[in-house]
């Protein structure tokens, strides 16, 4: 059996999709984590004991902070947290993403300052090892002292409540326990407050996104590289001396992957001295497509670091062995809000690039162009290509607005003690959303590239592609035929689509 132990430190964006994908791996906790978890649970049962003052184990929560608990009901205070909290709402989650909420989740309470008994995270990793799924709805939270709704939702199974997806279909949670001879655990103090406070769903969704986004900036520069061979390019803008001059992050890597790709291309034109340059679209690849992988590669940084990160509240802290409970903010997304608003603006960007490559290809009515108007023959009775431009299009435009930063709204909330949030989890569904739709633009282009590179074949089958371009034409015609005349082009789409999901272009050199 497949294991992987967490350790509160060692977590990687890799790691949670791989846990994500595979319900066959088997999660534990490290074993020198176990003393450091038990040290911050047995602190927490002191404070109680002594009936010390600490916000979230003897007091109330946000505008309820002074509002002390009695000793008999700290624990009925922490299972009022997930009852409460647990009013989330819109579409539920897909499996992957709470599984990685739960990994996430587990992985920074065993970091041992969150003060959860080390029997409650084993608890947490079993709903992944037997896969019982909460239903854990996608809306809800105003990513600033945690992804409060959600979390709640993941952890209403730990106690028998709420419902989960289980052996292929949904049930109560006490029944999907009981199938896996497992038994709903009573929270201890701090508990409830150490499962819902922090900023899991906003980290597991942006693990997601950043995966992505890499995926699709390899594969846009594939869709460039097939745009510029289809209208008989040149590779000048790609010169290696132009970008040396300019070392603006990823910029150099990206001419550099456009030069590979291109390799051996004879479908790209001479120097020229009547045409010696192409539109922004091709020409200034490396400076967009190379901007927009910096920024990709930004949101991956601050995803890695909140993987490891400890996000909830209060911390316990031992000095000299004295434990201390210290208030403080790290629950805030305003990290994850920007960075993940960033990644959608970025992205957005690449699809404008995308969208416009495609726009030149269908609209061609230029005798001297390779190819004919909308990608077919006998225009009027097919119209070829043109509303698949139309898709793109409108999929663009919704990007534009899906991107409107979501970090740069607030809402107070709990009577305004909790007066500034990050809505960082609106900006990872948002980034998901971006994606999605660019997902399909950019196979949108390469469906087009492939149909307007073959009309230049027919002209000269005696061009080569370049050594990437050509990979990435095999793989689109082993399922995509060209298309000579009107049909129904919506399986080809999807097919099309799957491709480029499957990162199918990103590997190509």
């Known amino acids: 059996m ?96 709470v599984r990685a909420m739960i990994l996430i989740r587990a992985n920074t309470l065993t970091q041992g300052h969150s003060g959860i008994r080390l029997t409650t995270i084993e608890r947490m990793l079993d709903l992944l090892n037997f896969n019982i799924i909460p239903l854990i709805p996608s809306k809800g939270s105003l990513g600033a002292s945690g992804d409060l709704a ?54 597991a969704l942006g693990c997601f996104a950043v995966a992505d986004g890499l995926n699709l900036i390899h594969s846009a520069n594939v869709a460039a590289a097939l745009s510029l061979e289809a209208q008989n390019g040149t590779l000048r803008a790609f010169d290696a001396h132009i970008h040396e001059h300019r070392p603006q992050a990823c910029q150099i890597e990206t001419a550099a992957e456009m030069r590979a790709l291109l390799e051996g291309s004879s479908l790209t034109r001479p120097d020229d001295p009547r045409n010696i340059q192409d539109a922004y679209t091709l020409r200034c690849i490396p400076q967009v497509h190379g901007a927009v992988h910096s920024a990709i590669l930004y949101a991956q940084n601050v995803i890695n670091i909140e993987l490891n990160a400890v996000t909830d509240n209060p911390l316990l802290f031992f000095d000299h062995g004295e434990a201390r409970v210290v208030s403080g903010g790290n629950f805030h997304g305003e990290p994850l809000a920007l960075a993940l608003d960033f990644l959608s603006i970025a992205l957005t960007d690449l699809g404008n690039m995308s969208e416009r490559r495609i726009a030149k290809l269908v609209d061609n009515r230029s005798d001297t162009n390779p ?43 709990s009577g305004n003690v909790e007066d500034h949030v990050s809505m960082g989890a609106n900006s990872a569904l948002h980034a998901l959303e971006v994606i999605k739709n660019l997902t399909t633009i950019i196979a949108v282009e390469i469906l087009s590239a492939c149909q307007a590179v073959d009309f230049r074949l027919q002209k000269d089958p005696k061009a080569q592609l370049g050594v990437g371009t050509g990979k990435a034409y095999r793989i689109v015609r082993e399922q995509i035929p060209f298309i000579p005349e009107d049909t129904y082009l919506k399986p080809y789409l999807e097919k099309i689509n799957d491709l480029v999901s499957s990162q199918a272009f990103a590997h190509l050199i």
Do not use: C, W
Request: proline share 5%; hydrophobic share 40%; no cysteine.
């Open 2 to 97: 497949k294991t992987y132990a967490i350790d509160g430190h060692s977590l990687t964006i890799a790691d949670v999709i791989r846990v994500a994908s595979d319900p066959g791996i088997q999660i534990k906790i490290a074993a020198e984590a176990i003393p450091i978890i038990e040290r911050a649970a047995n602190a927490v049962q002191d404070f109680v004991a002594q009936g010390k003052i600490a916000y979230g184990i003897t007091t109330g929560f946000g505008a309820f902070k002074d509002r002390l608990i009695p000793g008999e009901d700290v624990e009925k205070l922490q299972e009022n947290i997930l009852l409460s909290h647990a009013v989330g709402t819109g579409a539920l989650l897909d499996e992957k993403a």
């Open 150 to 203: 959600p979390l709640a939702h993941m952890s209403l199974p730990l106690i028998g409540r709420g419902e989960v997806f289980y052996h292929g279909r949904q049930m109560h949670s006490a029944e999907a326990l009981q199938e896996a001879d497992l038994t709903p655990i009573k929270l201890s103090a701090k508990e409830g407050l150490a499962l819902t406070n922090g900023t899991t769903l906003m980290t």
């Open 371 to 413: 190819y004919p108007p909308f990608l077919t023959e006998r225009g009027g009775l097919n119209s070829g290509f043109m509303i698949l431009q139309y898709t793109a299009a409108a999929l663009a435009s919704e990007n534009k607005t899906l991107s409107h930063p979501s970090s740069t709204d607030s809402i107070p909330s």
